[in-house]
């Protein structure tokens, strides 16, 4: 078997020398990936300690504390629905699956207490170890001298494969679904490393795949070209010598006659002048740019008519003007010595100059305009440069030569002395970028294009094409050669190994099956993994009615019952999870007795038994038969029962009800003590309560017996039903308790020094209590009560 990394390095020298440096390649790399291996926490065997739960599922504020014993035997929880179970069970996989996700819905967060925390201890007999979550953390792992860090990738690992805790939502779908049952039991073979190696070889494959299709594309590209053209025959003659992927020592003359191919001239293409963007010049510009806009700020709006109509008033002829003048009257307003003369000529002055030096900073922008557009700005392409630049470069059809254009129109219509220093800025970066994309893809295109205009340029052009796929991809297309190869092998290997770890757990459940059905004619008589490592994996299950077989395949299993298929359920489980080299000790089963009737409850509970020898099993259900069949089996596992308190949705109470009937008998205490300082009733209603519970915990120890003395003398359940419900007193149950003993072999109660006792309970069950007994006779009867009890105890051999 290949089951570690050395394994593989120790199969790989039966292989060939490719085969061998392809996987010590993979191996190493693979290995260096790892890095430094984390260290190591307390070995196993594990047993769990206890479970804390809050403000999960259904557990409020109120944390729900189970504490188990650390060893091998049996811990049976039972809830009615709704009460909790399903909260412990999920809670429980949560932490000890170091958070993996789970594969059933659940809505987690509890509606009254959001604070969650969920803490389990595992135990090895030496040191505990704290797996625990708060709200949404990770899972984290506390070792006893308080040291905190993730949980480690082996309990991970080991939780995966051996799956420690069964919820029922978990694997009920994989009987029903191959695929599914598939992925459950190959789950349980340490498959791991095989399954990391052809990982690895895939992606090997996959890649040398995609080289082989781009060497083997270009090359029958090459071939189809130059087949049949006289003057490349030597050359076509060693290219289908070589293959798609030539010797090295080959490439050379390759080339070789490549070149010596028929060249001719052509001329060269028309395409634009390159430009280069003065940086300089665009500064200056954007100065001279700066200058004409102050000028336009100095001029006011209107100042050319102003101006001239001022000079025609100073300058202008007329008798009119002229007296106007003489008489320093306003030809305006009319105001006599203003002075009118003087101020027009001074203001026309000055008009003029505002508007003379605004003319002059316009000329300086235009000029500079001009002679930028003229060397760093484009101008429009003309068709046939853009049809070969679009020929070449069809990624930048609607890229840079789009822009192209649209700068060139915008260059267009752009006047000099309107343009504004943000947008010749814009312009100039945009004129920037295209021109030295345009410096490279003209020097391309003329080279590409003298390349074609030769008739053998396009034949020369497609070998060295081909040739330089073939290098670059040499080594992922010989690797994929040799990953197609290697990966056979490690397939192979993988099924070898399947199949030498499966062999014994497919015994296991055959077996595992006939102890669950031995009262049926139906068999299992095979559990095969089969299918392919990568896909089409199947499971076959072979099944058979006495003689007659059930044709094997997928859908044998339709012909099952619920029950039979949940039978089979937990027969594919237990041979998974009990596997020697587990760590874990203990089995967590959520209602593992579903849709079971009577009898396979009492298979079921036999192989429990067996296995709680070795195992310490937790089994939770909301079905009490489990735990009868167990206690008739001699079995005396811990009985937790869970409960909801009235009027508290969200909390839920831990009681140990192993031996119900002292159970009561300590509730009947702690009435009285809190009653002793502070009655509640009447003295009347004090002896008929203790007289009530007294025979309640007598009955209850009583009917329990009964139930574990019935199943084991064989007595179906509506049997043991019908007797007890014919028995009405306590004086009655306990004669059917002796003939039930009687009937296993067990000697009967002797219980005559307590015949007082016993009529006052029966009397009292009728009206007939005492009315006003003392202290010392109520006291009697709770310790005769408690001695009756233990005495049933004894009863039975094993307790």
Not at 208 to 224: E, H
Not at 657 to 667: C, H, I, K, N, S
Request: contains cysteine; negative net charge.
């Amino acid at each position: 078997m290949v089951l570690a990394w050395a394994d593989v390095a120790a199969a790989a020298e039966d292989l060939d020398e490719d085969l061998r440096g392809l996987l010590r390649t993979l191996v190493d790399d693979h290995l260096l990936e790892l890095g430094a291996q984390e260290t190591p926490g307390p070995p196993g065997p594990w047993f769990l300690r206890s479970l804390e739960l809050r403000g999960h599922v259904g557990v409020g504020e109120v944390p729900l504390i189970l504490k188990f014993p650390p060893a091998a035997g049996i811990v049976v929880i039972s809830a009615r629905n709704g009460t909790g179970k399903t909260s412990a069970a999920d809670g429980l996989r949560h932490v000890l699956s170091g958070g993996v996700s789970r594969k059933y819905e659940l809505a987690e967060a509890n509606l009254h207490f959001s604070d969650r925390l969920i803490k389990a201890v595992v135990s090895n007999g030496q040191d505990d170890v704290t797996i625990s979550c708060r709200g949404s953390e990770n899972v984290r792992w506390q070792l006893p001298d308080g040291t905190d860090r993730p949980v480690p990738r082996s309990w991970h690992a080991a939780y995966a494969q051996f799956n420690p805790v069964l919820l029922y939502p978990e694997i009920s779908p994989v009987i029903d679904k191959p695929g599914l049952l598939h992925e459950f039991l190959k789950g349980g073979l340490p498959l791991d490393v095989l399954t990391v190696l052809l990982e690895l070889v895939d992606e090997v494959r996959t890649a040398g795949r995609a080289a082989q299709g781009r060497v083997k594309d270009v090359y029958n590209a090459t071939l189809a070209l130059i087949e049949g053209l006289a003057a490349a025959k030597t050359l076509v003659d060693l290219m289908k010598l070589q293959g798609p992927l030539p010797a090295p020592d080959q490439v050379l003359n390759l080339r070789s006659l490549a070149a010596a191919l028929p060249r001719s001239q052509a001329p060269r293409p028309h395409l634009p002048r390159e430009w280069v963007v003065d940086t300089v010049a665009v500064e200056r510009l954007s100065d001279a740019i700066r200058r004409l806009q102050a000028a336009r700020v100095a001029v006011v709006p209107g100042a050319e008519a102003v101006q001239a109509a001022l000079t025609s008033l100073v300058d202008g002829e007329g008798k009119h003007l002229e007296d106007l003048r003489a008489a320093d009257v306003c030809p305006v307003c009319g105001t006599l010595a203003a002075s009118w003369f003087q101020t027009a000529r001074t203001a026309a002055d000055r008009l003029k100059l505002e508007l003379q030096a605004l003319r002059e900073a316009e000329s300086i922008v235009r000029a500079q305009w001009r002679q930028l557009a003229a060397t760093a700005l484009p101008s429009h392409l003309a068709a046939d440069a853009r049809k070969m630049l679009q020929q070449h470069f069809p990624d930048e059809v609607g890229g840079l030569i789009n822009r192209w254009d649209q700068l060139a129109s915008q260059v267009a219509t752009v006047q000099g002395e309107t343009v504004s220093t943000d947008a010749l800025t814009a312009l100039a970066a945009e004129s920037a970028l295209i021109a030295a994309w345009y410096s490279d893809a003209k020097a391309k295109v003329i080279a590409n294009h003298e390349e074609s205009a030769d008739e053998w340029a396009r034949v020369r052009q497609q070998i060295d094409q081909w040739l330089r796929i073939a290098e670059q991809d040499r080594v992922s297309y010989t690797r994929g050669l040799h990953a197609e190869r290697l990966g056979k092998v490690v397939e192979q290997w993988t099924r070898d190994t399947r199949t030498a770890l499966f062999d014994p757990i497919s015994a296991r459940v055959v077996e595992y099956w006939a102890e669950l059905n031995n009262d049926s004619d139906l068999q299992v008589t095979q559990v095969k993994l089969s299918g392919g490592i990568r896909q089409a994996r199947k499971v076959v299950i072979s099944l058979a009615f006495g003689d007659t077989k059930v044709a094997p395949g997928p859908d044998a299993p339709k012909v099952l019952s619920t029950g039979q298929r949940n039978a089979l359920t937990l027969a594919t489980y237990l041979p998974r999870a009990t596997q020697p080299d587990s760590p874990f000790k203990f089995l967590v089963l959520d209602d593992p007795i579903h849709a079971f009737d009577g009898d396979r409850v009492r298979y079921l509970a036999r192989v429990l038994g067996t296995l709680s020898k070795s195992y310490q099993i937790i089994v939770l259900t909301h079905d009490e038969r489990l735990w009868h069949e167990l206690r008739a089996l001699d079995e005396h596992p811990l009985h937790i029962r869970l409960t909801r308190p009235p009027g508290s949705s969200s909390t839920v109470q831990v009681k140990d009800v192993t031996y119900p009937g002292m159970g009561l008998l300590e509730d009947l205490e702690r009435v009285l003590g809190a009653e002793a300082n502070k009655p509640l009733g009447t003295e009347a209603a004090q002896v008929i309560m203790i007289l009530t519970m007294c025979r309640q915990a007598l009955d209850t120890e009583v009917g329990t017996q009964v139930e574990i003395l019935g199943r084991r003398a064989g007595l179906s359940s509506e049997r043991i039903a019908a007797d007890r419900e014919q028995a009405g007193d306590t004086r009655s149950q306990l004669v059917l308790l002796n003939d039930y003993a009687a009937k296993v072999g067990l000697p009967p109660l002797v219980l005559d020094q307590y015949e007082s006792t016993i009529s006052a309970l029966n009397r009292a069950a009728h009206g007939g209590a005492p009315s006003a007994p003392k202290a010392s006779q109520w006291r009697a009867w709770i310790n005769d009560a408690r001695k009756m009890l233990k005495v049933i105890r004894r009863m039975d051999a094993g307790s």
